[in-house]
């Protein structure tokens, strides 16, 4: 029998896990997931789908594998998502410049990263999000804010950066309620 294949791991689908992996022990529906990310109910359908298949979530599609999860973001994401600095813009902080990694790591004004964002407050170097919704999605829930800025300091960030983020994410992944 031929199985229909859709593709692998898109970016949207690390927001989407990340979500999942924020709100642990929430009872959701796929369409407040939807709504609170900013994705269409089908990309979020397709996003859980994928992740099922990739071995990032169990069968019913409602926990994260956090082991599995970890590997991919710290040792993938940035080789197939990879992030570049742009120019000043004001936006939402993100990777060492959003807490959690803001309180250890000193930078100055020019080395500030943000998500492109009119409701941001920050000013700094943009950083492409994983999906076009990041910033708006950040915005509204703290937890899943830090998780995706500890994911753009894997992807954009320095040596010490990196391993910091990748020993607080694996923290959150593995002790977050």
């Known amino acids: 029998m031929l199985m229909r294949q859709t593709?692998?791991?898109k970016p949207q689908d690390i927001v989407v896990l990340l979500k999942l992996a924020a709100n642990k022990g929430r009872n959701w529906r796929i369409i407040d997931l939807a709504q609170e990310l900013g994705i269409s109910l089908s990309e979020t359908s397709a996003a859980l789908e994928r992740g099922r298949r990739a071995g990032l979530l169990d069968d019913s599609k409602k926990k994260i594998v956090p082991r599995a999860l970890l590997e991919f973001i710290i040792y993938g994401l940035k080789y197939v998502y990879p992030a570049q600095p742009g120019q000043l813009c004001r936006g939402v902080p993100t990777a060492h410049s959003a807490k959690p990694l803001s309180d250890g790591i000193i930078s100055d004004e020019r080395e500030q990263y943000v998500w492109p964002c009119g409701e941001g407050r920050a000013r700094g170097q943009a950083v492409e999000?994983?999906?076009?919704s990041v910033p708006q999605a950040a915005l509204k829930d703290?937890?899943?804010h830090e998780l995706l800025a500890l994911v753009d300091a894997l992807?954009?960030?320095?040596?010490r950066e990196r391993q910091l983020a990748?020993?607080?994410l694996r923290n959150r992944l593995f002790h977050a309620a």
């Not at 999000?129 to 076009?132: F, H, R, S, T, V």
């Not at 992807?155 to 040596?159: E, K, L, N």
């Open 7 to 9: 593709g692998g791991i």
């Open 129 to 132: 999000p994983l999906y076009p």
């Open 142 to 144: 703290i937890r899943l």
């Open 155 to 159: 992807r954009v960030g320095r040596a």
């Open 166 to 168: 990748a020993e607080k």
